[in-house]
């Protein structure tokens, strides 16, 4: 058989994944196109590429979702195929379909398979047919809220909305009562429609206490397919996975050829090619029901790769060539365990939104056997609004289960980020938490154990301040006077004639203020060694990695990195001044509705705005009842993290 040639590809996509499918991609040889917005003309996977190409604007529709443009770039710059990454269009037939008619190759399955299984409607209908479980719920074409209250109705509550051309947790909502419902869906529908271009809804049972287990198969375009294992995917928040692993813990040699066979089932009824994933839930009797098939590779494909010693880019590149799969479903291995969790620019502590801001601080774990680091940053980038916060993934593999957990615990530890607020302290305590460790998994995880996952900030101890003083003052950078490089005046150790040497600082910390006064005497219990402070007290040394970025020192103190920033108390206080009542952007965005007018009287609980970032809907609601006294915001206007949009004055102060 004559094999199409790849020596150029196209990768339509950004972050992460991009600068992965590079990687593999260049190791077989084969010369990287990167396409790129505006915004991002400087991002990782663009200096990462061998070549670019600019597509213009900020947001994904005016930039990655732009079809004629990618399909473009690639003829300009000599790419036979295009790898659509996951996300944006992936698991769009028509980006598909496009580019066969171009006369290039697409990295993924024959759009059939993509209609098939891109409407998750259509998707179960056809796993209905096919005899496979399925969770109750509704999936037709009827998309009025009549249609899914009446479903619902019949359903029972608690349902689930879904995007029917969505994933990534984008147009999913829980609904816990009919009174929530009307909302629900019309912010659901906006997501989806930002996300996908497609508003379409489905809705479901909420099956409680489900594990979600998927199967990870690939199909040649000789008729071969194969399950490659299987990954547990149950820690979850937003409907977005946190944490994943292969292969699933306590499924039985029985089990997981039952769900593989289905998936490969489901694969060859459609005529798959390439890399797919087919998703159940797995309840606690070991039943298990058909969610949804994912027509593209998935995020968590490096815990396969890992226990399975395979480059599954690799073996996308070879199918889409038109070779065999080079092993049968025997041959296929299960080595170790693998587990990989999500680093993500958000604040666990509020409501994990998503955070912006340039990275300040970006250090990865040391590479090294079993562990691996997949990200598309680097220290300096700058994480925008519009696109998913998702800066990187670490994987670390083992011998077995508990292994690979102390193995990723320690490459948490390491991993370095500041500028933006992480979920990195967040992924250690679930790792650390005895339930993970003993895998009593399920998606209810996250909310079960929320009081130990994301417990209340606490008060920092004094010996806190005190290590954080001393590693500001050690890590100063020497004063010189160009008249006399020896004078006294130029040291900043708070020398005083005739006194002890003295300096007070203003140091701010998760809120808090202190003012911490040094006294230095000849030698100190704690010295600064580059980038790492030791305390020795009592015969014993402790040490903390402490690294200075301007007024800025990133402390790692208790299990955490630590944020510390020397302030000036005049000029805090002269910036002190806020509306007073006003309701500020939790995070940069742009306001997708506004849903109150001035001189409107609302309550408690009532949405007054609505503010997309990262591709989600966030609603800006009423913390007391009052008047709407101004706006400061309009539909469609991109607004700054802290800016006050709403003036809302108390009911008391009104009446």
Not at 94 to 112: D, K
Not at 221 to 250: F, T
Not at 535 to 550: D, P, S
Not at 551 to 574: F, K
Request: charge should be negative; aromatic fraction near 6%; proline fraction near 5%.
């Amino acid at each position: 058989m004559n094999l199409k040639p790849i020596d150029t590809l196209l990768v339509a996509n950004r972050g992460e994944i991009a600068c992965r499918v590079m990687r593999t991609a260049k190791a077989m040889g084969i010369r990287t196109v990167a396409v790129h917005s505006a915004i991002d003309a400087a991002a990782r996977h663009v200096r990462e590429a061998d070549l670019a190409v600019n597509l213009g604007g900020a947001k994904p529709a005016e930039s990655y979702l732009l079809v004629d443009k990618i399909i473009a770039a690639a003829k300009a710059s000599g790419a036979q195929a295009i790898h659509p990454g996951y996300g944006f269009l992936s698991e769009n037939a028509g980006f598909a379909r496009a580019i066969e008619q171009a006369g290039l190759i697409f990295l993924g399955p024959p759009t059939s398979a993509i209609d098939a299984m891109g409407s998750k409607s259509a998707a179960k209908a056809l796993m209905e047919a096919a005899g496979v479980p399925l969770v109750p719920g509704y999936h037709g074409e009827h998309q009025d809220y009549e249609t899914f209250r009446a479903s619902a109705e019949v359903i029972g509550y608690p349902v689930l909305l879904k995007a029917a051309a969505g994933g990534g947790g984008k147009g999913m909502k829980v609904v816990e009562r009919e009174a929530e419902l009307a909302e629900a869906l019309a912010s659901a529908q906006r997501e989806a429609q930002s996300s996908f271009g497609d508003s379409r809804m489905l809705v479901e049972k909420y099956v409680l206490k489900p594990r979600h287990v998927e199967i990870q198969v690939f199909a040649d375009q000789h008729g071969n397919c194969l399950y490659l294992n299987e990954r547990d995917c149950s820690i979850q928040r937003r409907h977005q996975k946190v944490v994943e692993e292969a292969p699933a813990p306590g499924l039985s040699p029985e089990l997981r050829r039952a769900m593989g066979e289905a998936a490969v089932k489901a694969a060859q009824a459609i005529g798959y090619v390439g890399a797919g994933t087919v998703e159940f839930l797995l309840d606690e009797r070991g039943d298990f029901f058909f969610m949804e098939m994912n027509t593209r590779l998935q995020v968590e494909h490096p815990v396969t790769e890992l226990i399975t010693g395979l480059d599954l880019v690799a073996w996308q590149i070879r199918v889409a060539r038109g070779e065999a799969l080079p092993i049968t479903q025997e041959q296929v291995p299960l080595n170790g365990h693998a587990i990989e969790v999500r680093l993500y620019a958000e604040d666990p502590d509020n409501d994990f939104l998503p955070a912006t801001g340039a990275l300040a601080l970006y250090r990865e774990a040391a590479a090294g056997p079993g562990r691996r680091v997949d990200s598309g940053v680097s220290e300096g980038d700058e994480v925008s609004p519009f696109y998913d916060p998702m800066l990187g993934k670490l994987i670390a593999w083992g011998e077995n289960r508990e292994e690979a957990r102390l193995r990723l615990l320690a490459m948490l530890k390491e991993t370095c980020v500041g500028g933006v607020k992480t979920n990195l302290t967040f992924l250690a305590r679930v790792l650390a938490h005895p339930a993970f460790a003993n895998a009593e998994l399920d998606t209810g995880f996250i909310p079960r154990h929320e009081a130990h996952l994301l417990p209340p900030v606490s008060e920092l101890p004094a010996e806190f301040w005190q290590l954080a003083a001393e590693a500001f003052v050690q890590s100063e950078a020497p004063l010189q006077r160009h008249d006399d490089y020896h004078s006294p005046w130029a040291c900043q150790n708070g020398l005083r004639l005739g006194l002890p040497a003295e300096a007070d600082l203003h140091l701010a910390c998760q809120g808090e203020r202190q003012v911490i006064r040094l006294r230095h005497a000849a030698a100190s219990i704690v010295q600064l060694h580059g980038e790492i402070l030791q305390l020795e007290r009592g015969g014993l040394r402790q040490q903390h990695q402490a690294i200075r970025r301007g007024d800025t020192l990133y402390l790692h103190y208790a299990g955490e990195l630590r944020s510390i920033q020397r302030v000036d108390p005049i000029a805090e206080v002269e910036a002190s001044h806020q509306h007073h009542g006003g309701l500020t952007a939790p995070m940069n965005g742009s306001i997708v509705r506004v849903l109150v007018e001035a001189g409107q009287q609302v309550e408690a609980g009532t949405a007054l705005v609505v503010l997309e970032a990262m591709k989600m809907e966030h609603s800006i609601r009423a913390p007391h009842a009052g008047t709407v006294k101004a706006l400061y915001c309009s539909e469609g206007e991109m607004v700054s993290e802290g800016a006050v949009l709403v003036e809302l004055e108390e009911a008391s102060a009104s009446g």
